[in-house]
RNA sequence: GGAGGCGUGGUGUAGUGGCCUAACAUGCAGCCCUGUCAAGGCUGAGAUCGCGGGUUCGAAUCCCGUCGCUUCCGCCA
C-alpha cells in the first residue's frame, strides 16, 4: 500500500499506510498531515474525538519525521475534496501512529519548488532526491533506459559489459588513473569509452553489441558534462552509415514517442553535412527549432573601401550575416548586449543594418557605399523592419561568433519551442584536423573512423579535405551522440595512424592488442555511443545533466556530499608507492560536520 | 589557462554611499484555533551582507585582492 494508490472505492478499509510528513496543518483540534513516499500523498486526519491518543501523538510529529499509520478510508466530507490529489476524493482516519524515524529540519524545504543554491543541494544530494523534480528525472531515465535495453534486445542485440580497469592511451581527453599496490608504479586507467572493447567483440563475431557504460573523462566540467557520465554503446558488424542512422532513429523516434510530450520537428531525421551544417549555423551540432541561417555576403564587398571588410576578404576571411526578421527595432543596449556575445566568442565587433523602407541604417554605413549595402541586403533577402547582423573574420571566427549570436537570439527571442525535438543528423565530418601546438594532423573524432573511398587519394596528400564515416545524432542543439564506420582492416588504420605522426612503434605499444585483431579476420563494423545523461536532460527538460545523475559532481568535479576526492593516509600511499609533492598536501575539506 | 554572472538570516529574494539599529516571503519555535490541503491569526528567535584590504566623516552598496558557486571559450580522440 503506497500514498499513491488510494480512490474511491477502498472506502471502508483498514490501511497501513508508511511514508514521509510532508505536511502537518495542526487546526488545534482535528491535525491533517499530508503522507508522502514516492507514489504520491495522501491525506492523513487525526481526530482527537475519534483516537485522543493518537491525536496526541500527532501533535509532537515534524516535517519529514517517518510514520506508518493505521487507519480506515474515509470519504471526504462534501465540500472538502481536493481535485489537485490523485487521492483527494479520500483521507485516512488514523487509528494507530508509529513514528518510525524523527527528522531534523532539512536545510531547504522539500516541498519548495524554487530554485536552490546547488552546493547546498548537493550536499544533502539523498534530500535534494526527495523532492519531486529529481524523482520524476530518476523515473524518466529509468524508463529511457530500460527501453533501450528492450529495444536493442529486440532487434538480436546483446549486452556486454567491459572492464572499468584498462590502459591508458594517452590520446584524446586525459585518462582518470589508478595505481595498484600489486603493481606498485603502474596504473590501470579508467575507460574513456568502451572503443576498442566493443571493435574487439566485433572481430570476435558477437555482431550486435549495446552496453549501458559509464564512462570517465578527467577534463573540465560543463553544464553537459561530467567526469563520468553513462552512454549507450552500439556496435554493429557488417553495417554501413545508413543502418547506424536508421537503428538509431527508429530508437529516438520510440523513446520520444513514449515518454516525452515533446513533437518531433521533422521525420525523418534530416541529415546535413559537417560543411553544411558550418556553412548554414556556424556549428556542427545546430539547434534546428529556428531558422536564423548564416548567409555568406562576402561578394558584395569584393570592391570596398571598408578596411575592416576588405583586409578580412584580402587574408582569406569572409563576411557572413543572419537576418534577424522583424529586429530593426532592436535598442542600442540589445545591440550592446548581442555585440559583446559575438566578442566573447572571438569576433572584433559586430556590424548592424537596421532595414527600413527607405534606407538602411547602420554605425558603419559612412564607411559602405549604397550599393554594397544593398547589394548585401537583396543577397540575403533582407526586408524592412528586419536587422542584419554580420560579422567578419576568418572562417573559424566568424562561425563561431555568428553561431553564438545565433544561439542568443534564439533564446532571447524565444524562437526555440520546448515543445519540439528537433533532431538531426550531422555526417561527413574531416577525419583529421591540424593541430598547431603539436604540428601534427590528430583525428577529430576518434583514431578508428573509416574514411570516404573516394577522399582516400587526399590522405597523403591533403590531410584535411578527408571525409570521415562519422555521424552525430544532435537534438535541440545538443550532441547526443556520435559514431563512425571503423577502419576493419589493419592497413587502413595504419595509414591514418601514419598520417597522424605515430611510429609503428607507438601503435603498436598504444592500440596493439586492437591492431593485432584486425589481422585475424576483422568484419567491416562500425558503431555508436549515445550519451543517456544528456538525453534525459532534453526529455526532462533540464539545463544541466547534474539534474538527472543521482549524485553529480559540481563544475570542480567535487562530490560535495562523500567530499571526494580526498588525501589518503601515508600507508596507503606506501603500498603504492607514491609520495605527493609537499606543495600539493592541500587540505580541500574543511567542512564542520555534525 | 581565459572571459562573464552571482555571493545579504536555514531557504528564496529586496536593498547599489547616510533614511540599514538591514526589509520581505518562506522555514523554524511558542501560543490560539475541530475540515484544512501553499490552512489561518498572534508572538518570537535567527544575518557583523563570502573573506581580507582600501577609498570616505560614513560602505551590504565604490575600488583592489582573494575564495566559493555557476555559465561559456580553450579542452572534451
Same mark, same amino acid.
Given at each position: 500500500m503506497t500514498c499513491g494508490t488510494l480512490r474511491h472505492?477502498?472506502?471502508g478499509e483498514e490501511v497501513v499506510l508508511r511514508g514521509w510528513v510532508n505536511r502537518r496543518r495542526d487546526l488545534g483540534g482535528v491535525i491533517f498531515i499530508d503522507l508522502r513516499d514516492r507514489y504520491g500523498l495522501t491525506q492523513i486526519v487525526f481526530n482527537p474525538e475519534i483516537a485522543p491518543a493518537v491525536h496526541e501523538a500527532a501533535s509532537g510529529v515534524r516535517a519529514e519525521y517517518v510514520l506508518a499509520v493505521r487507519g480506515i478510508v474515509r470519504e471526504r466530507p462534501e465540500?472538502?475534496?481536493?481535485?489537485?490529489?490523485?487521492?483527494?476524493?479520500i483521507e485516512v482516519e488514523a487509528h494507530g501512529l508509529q513514528v518510525l524515524n524523527e527528522a531534523q529540519?532539512?536545510?531547504?524545504?522539500?516541498?519548495?519548488?524554487a530554485d536552490i543554491d546547488e552546493s547546498v543541494r548537493l550536499r544533502h544530494r539523498y534530500l535534494d532526491l526527495r523532492r519531486k523534480r529529481l524523482q520524476e528525472n530518476m523515473v524518466l531515465r529509468h524508463a529511457i533506459v530500460r527501453a533501450m535495453r528492450e529495444h536493442l534486445s529486440d532487434r538480436g542485440f546483446i549486452e556486454v559489459e567491459t572492464p572499468t580497469l584498462i590502459k591508458s592511451t594517452p590520446e584524446g581527453a586525459r585518462d582518470f588513473l589508478v595505481p595498484s599496490s600489486s603493481f606498485a608504479g603502474n596504473f590501470y586507467a579508467l575507460p574513456q569509452s568502451p572503443q576498442q572493447m566493443k571493435q574487439l567483440l566485433m572481430v570476435a563475431g558477437l555482431d550486435r553489441y549495446f552496453q549501458i557504460a559509464r564512462c570517465f573523462r578527467d577534463e573540465p566540467q560543463r553544464a553537459?558534462?561530467?567526469p563520468e557520465f553513462t552512454q549507450l554503446d552500439i556496435e554493429m558488424s557488417f553495417v554501413q552509415e545508413s543502418d547506424l542512422m536508421r537503428l538509431m532513429e527508429d530508437l529516438y523516434l520510440e523513446l520520444t514517442e513514449r515518454?516525452?510530450?515533446?513533437?518531433?520537428?521533422?521525420t525523418p531525421f534530416p541529415r546535413l553535412t559537417y560543411r553544411e551544417a558550418m556553412d548554414r549555423f556556424?556549428?556542427?551540432?545546430?539547434?534546428?527549432?529556428?531558422g536564423l541561417e548564416l548567409k555568406d555576403v562576402s561578394d558584395a564587398f569584393l570592391?570596398?573601401?571598408f578596411q575592416a571588410f576588405a583586409q578580412t576578404l584580402a587574408t582569406g576571411g569572409q563576411v557572413k550575416a543572419i537576418v534577424v526578421p522583424g529586429?530593426?527595432?532592436?535598442?542600442r543596449r540589445e545591440i550592446d548586449e548581442l555585440t559583446e556575445v559575438t566578442k566573447r566568442a572571438g569576433a572584433r565587433g559586430l556590424a548592424t543594418f537596421a532595414v527600413e523602407a527607405s534606407q538602411t541604417r547602420s554605425p558603419i554605413a559612412k564607411f559602405l557605399s549604397e550599393d554594397e549595402i544593398a547589394a548585401m541586403t537583396s543577397g540575403i533577402s533582407a526586408q524592412p523592419g528586419d536587422m542584419v547582423m554580420a560579422v567578419a573574420d576568418e572562417p573559424a571566427v566568424v562561425a563561431r561568433a555568428l553561431s553564438a549570436l545565433r544561439d542568443n537570439l534564439g533564446q532571447r527571442l524565444n524562437?526555440? $519551442? +520546448?515543445d519540439v525535438l528537433a533532431y538531426c543528423w550531422v555526417y561527413e565530418f574531416p577525419l583529421l584536423e591540424w593541430k598547431n601546438e603539436e604540428s601534427r594532423w590528430d583525428a577529430?573524432?576518434?583514431?578508428f573512423s573509416g574514411f570516404l573511398e573516394e577522399d582516400a587519394?587526399?590522405?597523403?596528400? $591533403? +590531410?584535411?579535405?578527408v571525409r570521415a564515416k562519422q555521424y552525430d545524432l544532435v537534438g535541440n542543439g545538443h550532441e547526443l551522440g556520435g559514431g563512425s564506420i571503423r577502419n576493419h582492416r589493419r592497413v587502413d588504420q595504419q595509414r591514418v595512424f601514419t598520417l597522424m605522426g605515430y611510429t609503428a612503434e607507438d601503435t603498436n605499444v598504444r592500440f596493439g592488442a586492437l591492431l593485432e585483431a584486425l589481422?585475424?579476420?576483422?568484419?567491416?563494423h562500425g558503431g555508436i555511443a549515445m550519451g543517456i545523461d544528456r538525453y534525459v536532460m532534453v526529455m526532462a527538460n533540464e539545463d544541466t545533466i547534474r539534474e538527472v545523475i543521482a549524485f553529480p559532481k559540481n563544475q570542480r568535479g567535487l562530490?560535495?556530499?562523500?567530499?571526494?576526492p580526498d588525501s589518503v593516509g601515508l600507508d596507503q600511499l606506501g603500498d603504492l608507492g607514491i609520495s605527493i609533492e609537499p606543495e600539493l598536501r592541500v587540505q580541500l575539506w574543511n567542512t564542520e560536520r555534525q
Open positions: 472505492e477502498n472506502i465540500g472538502t475534496r481536493n481535485p489537485k490529489l490523485a487521492t483527494g476524493d529540519t532539512p536545510p531547504f524545504e522539500i516541498t519548495q519548488t553537459d558534462r561530467q515518454y516525452s510530450n515533446k513533437r518531433i520537428m521533422t556556424g556549428n556542427d551540432r545546430p539547434d534546428l527549432r529556428f570592391q570596398t573601401q529586429c530593426a527595432g532592436f535598442s524562437l526555440a $519551442d +520546448p577529430t573524432h576518434n583514431p587519394h587526399f590522405l597523403e596528400s $591533403d +590531410p584535411g579535405r589481422d585475424y579476420g576483422a568484419p567491416p562530490d560535495l556530499m562523500f567530499e571526494a
